[in-house]
Nanobody
Framework: VQLQASGGGLVQAGGSLRLSCVAS????????MGWFRQAPGKEREFVAAIMRGGRSTYYADSVKGRFTISRDNFKNTAYLQMNSLKPEDTAVYYC????????????????WGQGTQVTVSS
């Protein structure tokens, strides 16, 4: 499966952005989907994950209550709604697809999008 992430940009602290991840292929619903991010000089970290059917979601503590992951299996698209953005959310955001029902670490994901830059100004 090929993934195309979009929706990043420059936003002021407290603002919102919605990232999208469009997947090619007919088997999108068979993949758990996740979002990761990598800030300059830091390791890539888990942000959020959603089960194949969208029933359950998982979040890093740093984004819990501010970010919402969702998916539309008819549109082959996963989303990350980001509210109350902070400067420390600045990073390149990656979407990823896992053959598992869901994944919380990078090694559980087989396919990665190209990344989209999110910059939050103070």
């Amino acid at each position: 499966v090929q993934l195309q992430a979009s929706g990043g940009g420059l936003v002021q602290a407290g603002g919102s952005l919605r990232l999208s991840c469009v997947a090619s292929g007919r088997t999108f619903s068979s993949y758990g989907m996740g979002w990761f991010r990598q800030a300059p000089g830091k390791e890539r970290e888990f942000v959020a994950a959603i089960m194949r059917g969208g029933r359950s979601t998982y979040y890093a503590d740093s984004v819990k209550g501010r970010f919402t992951i969702s998916r539309d299996n008819f549109k082959n698209t996963a989303y990350l709604q980001m509210n109350s953005l902070k400067p420390e959310d600045t990073a390149v955001y990656y979407c990823a697809a896992s053959p598992l029902n869901y994944g919380l670490v990078e090694d559980e994901y087989d396919y990665w999008g190209q990344g989209t830059q999110v910059t939050v100004s103070s």
